[in-house]
C-alpha cells in the first residue's frame, strides 16, 4: 500500500511542474511514448510474475489477458515510433516507474498463495487507477502528434476495460 501511495504520488508529481500547477514542461511526444511503453512493460512483467506463482485459475487468466494486450498496444507504440522516426526518450517518470515496479515485484515475490493473489490483484487495481489518470489528464492533453494522441485514447479505454476487469477478479476473491 505504502509504495502504490507513493508511486501515484510521485507520478503526479513528476507530472506537475514545482508549485502544483500544471507542468510548464509539458511531456514531449518521444517522453509520452517512453512513458506509456514502460508502463506497458512494468504491467507485463507483473502479470508474468503472477502467472508463474498463482495457483489460482482466475488469476492466471486474467494476467495472460494482461499480457496479450499490454503488448499488443506496446507493439503499436513502437510502430508508431518508428514510423514517425521518433526516439522515444527515457526521462524521470518513467525511470522512477521502472524502479518502483522492481520495489513492487520483490514484495509480490514474498509472497505465496491466496495472500499474493489478492496483492497482485489489488495492485494491479491501483496501478491501472494510477496509469489511466495519467494518460487521460496529463499524457493525452499533452500529445502534440495526432497519432500518438489517438494511440494514447484507444489504450486508455482498454486499460480502463483491465481495471474493471481487476475489480472483478477482486470482488470473486473476497
Given at each position: 500500500?505504502?509504495?502504490?501511495?507513493?508511486?501515484?504520488?510521485?507520478?503526479?508529481?513528476?507530472?506537475?511542474?514545482?508549485?502544483?500547477a500544471?507542468?510548464?514542461?509539458?511531456?514531449?511526444?518521444?517522453?509520452?511514448?517512453?512513458?506509456?511503453?514502460?508502463?506497458?512493460?512494468?504491467?507485463?512483467?507483473?502479470?508474468?510474475?503472477?502467472?508463474a506463482?498463482?495457483?489460482?485459475?482466475?488469476?492466471v487468466?486474467?494476467?495472460?489477458?494482461?499480457?496479450?494486450?499490454?503488448?499488443?498496444?506496446?507493439?503499436?507504440?513502437?510502430?508508431l515510433?518508428?514510423?514517425?522516426?521518433?526516439?522515444?526518450?527515457?526521462?524521470?517518470?518513467?525511470?522512477?516507474?521502472?524502479?518502483?515496479?522492481?520495489?513492487?515485484?520483490?514484495?509480490?515475490?514474498?509472497?505465496?498463495?491466496?495472500?499474493?493473489?489478492?496483492?497482485?490483484?489489488?495492485?494491479?487495481?491501483?496501478?491501472?487507477?494510477?496509469?489511466?489518470?495519467?494518460?487521460?489528464?496529463?499524457?493525452?492533453?499533452?500529445?502534440?502528434?495526432?497519432?500518438?494522441?489517438?494511440?494514447?485514447?484507444?489504450?486508455?479505454?482498454?486499460?480502463?476495460?483491465?481495471?474493471?476487469?481487476?475489480?472483478?477478479?477482486?470482488?470473486?476473491?473476497?
Open positions: 500500500m505504502t509504495i502504490r501511495l507513493k508511486s501515484a504520488a510521485t507520478v503526479i508529481a513528476l507530472l506537475f511542474a514545482a508549485g502544483g500544471p507542468a510548464a514542461d509539458k511531456p514531449t511526444d518521444p517522453q509520452i511514448a517512453h512513458i506509456a511503453y514502460t508502463a506497458g512493460v512494468i504491467d507485463i512483467e507483473a502479470a508474468k510474475q503472477a502467472i506463482m498463482s495457483k489460482n485459475p482466475t488469476i487468466e486474467f494476467a495472460e489477458s494482461m499480457v496479450r494486450d499490454h503488448e499488443a498496444v506496446n507493439k503499436q507504440a513502437l510502430d515510433v518508428k514510423k514517425l522516426n521518433v526516439t522515444p526518450e527515457d526521462n524521470d517518470t518513467s525511470k522512477t516507474l521502472s524502479k518502483e515496479a522492481e520495489a513492487k515485484r520483490q514484495e509480490l515475490g514474498k509472497l505465496t498463495g491466496a495472500e499474493f493473489d489478492k496483492a497482485y490483484i489489488d495492485h494491479e487495481i491501483a496501478y491501472h487507477k494510477q496509469v489511466n489518470s495519467a494518460v487521460e489528464t496529463q499524457l493525452i492533453p499533452a500529445a502534440q502528434n495526432a497519432e500518438l494522441k489517438s494511440l494514447l485514447e484507444t489504450g486508455l479505454k482498454l486499460f480502463q476495460g483491465h481495471q474493471q476487469h481487476a475489480e472483478r477478479v477482486a470482488a470473486e476473491l473476497k
